[in-house]
């Protein structure tokens, strides 16, 4: 059971918008903590996505955007391309555990 | 830019030690903090440790009492042990440099950037 709370799977057809919710706590999300996304496709390493809630790194397509409201943060698609076909894993500092927590990620299909 | 590596034994016994070390390049090992995340099959992903240089560290409490993690500044590398393994270890394990305020061992805005590739340990007798 993860401590930050993911859908298992969304899906969209190209050219569409998505979004994946990550719904954390007071411990974590709630109580100020930055929420990061990352894009991990099998077989690879993980790629940042957003950090700082809402920021985008050098060279992610602005299609990629998130936000962050009480306790939870999401993830927005615009222009959904097969490339984007992946897993989508938030995370953030958790002060009870004193360490970083996942969601236990979101598996994006495109039609 | 900067690279990380994963390297060490892909194949484990059960109740013996798991043993990876994280090659850095393009950073120096002393300026960051670093970190260990692991996915088993099927699974998300799960932090670890974080990794500081000077001894500061903080690790899962759900593996606190088996992790050991260590600093090498002069080969720019950091390292994992995690003891008395069972089939429950058997993941891929990544290593990552953290970007962010980290203070007394913890990282409290720290994103993970960049990761390694990852290395697949499976732990069977």
């Known amino acids: 059971q993860s401590v930050l709370t993911q859908p298992p799977s969304v899906s969209g057809a190209p050219g569409q918008r998505v979004t994946i919710s990550c719904t954390g706590s007071s411990s974590n999300i709630g109580g100020g903590f930055d929420v990061h996304w990352y894009q991990h496709l099998p077989g690879t390493a993980p790629k940042l996505l957003i950090y700082g809630n809402n920021n985008r790194p050098s060279g992610v397509p602005d299609r990629f955007s998130g936000s962050k409201s009480g306790t939870s943060g999401s993830l927005a698609i615009t222009g959904l391309q097969a490339e984007d076909e992946a897993d989508y894993y938030c995370q953030s500092f958790d002060s009870n555990l004193s360490g970083s927590v996942f969601g236990g990620g979101t598996k994006l299909t495109v039609l | 830019q900067v690279q990380l590596q994963e390297s060490g034994p892909g194949l484990v016994k059960p109740s013996e030690t798991l043993s990876l070390t994280c090659s850095v390049s393009g950073a120096s090992i002393s300026s960051y903090f670093w970190t260990w995340v692991r996915q088993a099959p099927g699974k998300g992903l799960e932090w670890i440790a974080y990794?500081?240089?000077?001894?500061?560290?903080t690790y899962n409490p759900s593996l606190k009492s088996r992790v050991i993690t260590s600093v090498d500044t002069s080969m720019n590398q950091f390292s994992l042990r995690l003891t008395s393994v069972t089939a429950a270890d058997t993941a891929l394990y990544y290593c990552?440099?953290?970007?962010?305020?980290?203070?007394?061992?913890?990282?409290?805005?720290?994103?993970?950037?960049?990761w390694g590739q990852g290395i697949l340990v499976t732990v069977s007798s």
């Open positions: 990794v500081y240089y000077s001894g500061s560290t």
């Open positions: 990552a440099r953290v970007i962010g305020y980290c203070s007394g061992g913890m990282c409290y805005s720290g994103r993970f950037d960049p």
